[in-house]
């Protein structure tokens, strides 16, 4: 999608550094979300925002860390505590959850 | 935690022919949404259904939502090969303004 750019694509890191993956979006929507996919899985809730300098835990926060200095940018950072960092993030924007989300398309993390 | 499980987890047809995957949900929702996903790609929004709607329809896809049974289907009418994705469920409960997805069909459609 257009109007969401994740950055990297593709990001290795060693195990026990922090990392942080970047969402901006141009779409002026105020609602941005952070969701986890493992293989072959679903899609799991990170952290979301619904404002900006607000947001809210999702499902499976712990290890995780957002802030929303501006209503573009909504960075992840993954910290040593997340246990099982190696994953597919996927940053999503919306108008609110009545709404369909755009996401992007998406950062790929391998830890080692 | 899951909201939706998608059935079957994976479905194979031919060309041609019709695709039907549904999603069951454990609490009251506002709306339900479908996706797909293209292999190692963000998701894509096909279809969104109120809870007070009951059928919608949009080009090949047609969604059914029973609110009763807590369930609701996606039918791909005349699949193509380029049909072949993950297609997921979201719903969202109303409560904080998140949608939560369903574990995934994954569609082959063979030529």
């Known amino acids: 999608d257009g109007g969401i750019t994740q950055s990297p694509k593709y990001l290795f890191r060693k195990e026990g550094q922090n990392v942080t993956l970047s969402c901006e979006q141009n779409l002026n929507h105020d609602a941005m979300y952070w969701y986890r996919q493992d293989p072959g899985q679903g899609l799991r809730l990170i952290y979301y925002?619904?404002?900006?300098?607000?947001?809210q835990k999702g499902d499976i926060a712990e290890g995780y860390s957002v802030s929303r200095e501006k209503k573009e940018s909504f960075p992840l950072t993954v910290t040593s505590a997340q246990k099982n960092p190696t994953a597919f993030y996927l940053c999503?924007?919306?108008?609110?959850?009545?709404?369909?989300?755009?996401f992007g398309n998406g950062t790929r993390l391998t830890v080692t | 935690s899951q909201q939706g499980e998608e059935d079957p987890q994976a479905l194979s047809i031919q060309e041609g022919e019709n695709a039907t995957m549904n999603c069951s949900y454990k609490t009251s929702i506002n709306n339900l949404q479908w996706y797909r996903q293209n292999s190692g790609r963000g998701l894509v929004h096909l279809i969104l259904?109120?809870?007070?709607?009951r059928e919608k329809h949009s080009g090949r896809l047609r969604v059914t939502l029973d609110t009763s049974k807590k369930s609701s289907s996606l039918l791909i009418t005349a699949s193509r090969a380029a049909d072949t994705a993950s297609y997921f469920c979201?719903?969202?409960?109303?409560?904080?303004?998140?949608?939560?997805f369903g574990t995934g069909t994954q569609l082959k459609v063979e030529l």
């Open positions: 999503a924007v919306g108008v609110d959850a009545n709404s369909p989300l755009h």
């Open positions: 925002s619904q404002i900006v300098n607000d947001f």
């Open positions: 259904i109120r809870s007070n709607e």
């Open positions: 979201a719903t969202d409960t109303g409560g904080g303004n998140k949608l939560t």
